[in-house]
């Protein structure tokens, strides 16, 4: 069964550091998201991708982050200068679209970002 | 910011019984309602969904209501199993067919089903 897979599992990284996280959504979906989840928190949208640009962002994704799909298979997440409180796990996700049953979202593992 | 929200942070059931999680939201924009299922140090897994043109969906085990008046819906498990044992996050979305609609997710309830 295709699914959504993430590297790495765990980042470390040390504070005002560049972090690439990347993610291979399901091959034939149109959407891509990242969301996250901070500790003990709710997940939280980040981005949405479509069509080779992003479509929506919230107020959390500001100057610092970045979105790609460099090739037909890689969607990545760029934190420029990483902070304490982007601790968090990060979470990838795709959909079909185009009638409401492709609207499903199906996520990735997580990748684990820990800012020290 | 709690437009979904999810009033019991857990559950406990008994194996072979029904467990009924309930979500509640705010926004009458939202025309699209998922449930998600987590385990600890996993990505949240899709497990049913519901349009809000809909009042029931169910798919074998899993029966999700909406109630469109009340802004309420539930997720419905029978019979509950020892592995359905997990964090469940109930989500709408506010579909917009030029964004593919993100989701808003409520804080979860904890599901326990003990043997």
């Known amino acids: 069964e295709p699914e959504v897979t993430q590297t790495p599992s765990h980042q470390v990284t040390q504070m005002g550091q560049e972090v690439i996280l990347r993610c291979v959504p399901i091959?034939?979906?149109?959407?891509f998201y990242w969301y996250r989840q901070i500790l003990g928190q709710k997940v939280e949208f980040l981005v949405s991708?479509?069509?080779?640009?992003?479509?929506?962002k919230s107020e959390i994704f500001d100057d610092q982050f970045s979105v790609e799909r460099p090739d037909g298979s890689n969607f990545t997440l760029k934190i420029r200068s990483t902070k304490l409180e982007d601790s968090a796990m990060y979470f990838c996700?795709?959909?079909?679209?185009?009638?409401?049953?492709?609207?499903?979202?199906?996520f990735g593992p997580g990748t684990r970002l820990t800012v020290t | 910011d709690q437009q979904v929200k999810q009033n019991s942070p857990s559950l406990s059931v008994q194996e072979g019984r029904i467990s009924i999680l309930n979500c509640d939201y705010t926004?009458?924009?939202?025309?699209?309602f998922l449930w998600y299922k987590k385990y600890p140090a996993e990505g949240p897994t899709f497990l049913i969904s519901?349009?809000?043109?809909?009042d029931k969906n169910e798919d074998g085990r899993f029966t999700v209501f909406l109630n469109k008046s009340a802004k309420h819906l539930s997720l419905h498990i029978v019979p509950s199993q020892p592995g359905d044992s997990a964090v469940y996050f109930c989500?709408?979305?506010?579909?917009?067919?030029?964004?593919?609609?993100?989701?808003?997710f409520g804080q979860g309830t904890e599901l326990s089903v003990k043997p």
């Open positions: 996700a795709s959909s079909l679209g185009g009638d409401s049953s492709s609207y499903e979202q199906y």
């Open positions: 091959s034939n979906h149109l959407y």
């Open positions: 991708f479509y069509n080779n640009e992003i479509s929506e």
């Open positions: 926004n009458s924009m939202f025309d699209y």
């Open positions: 519901i349009s809000s043109i809909k």
């Open positions: 989500a709408a979305s506010a579909k917009d067919y030029n964004q593919g609609g993100k989701l808003i």
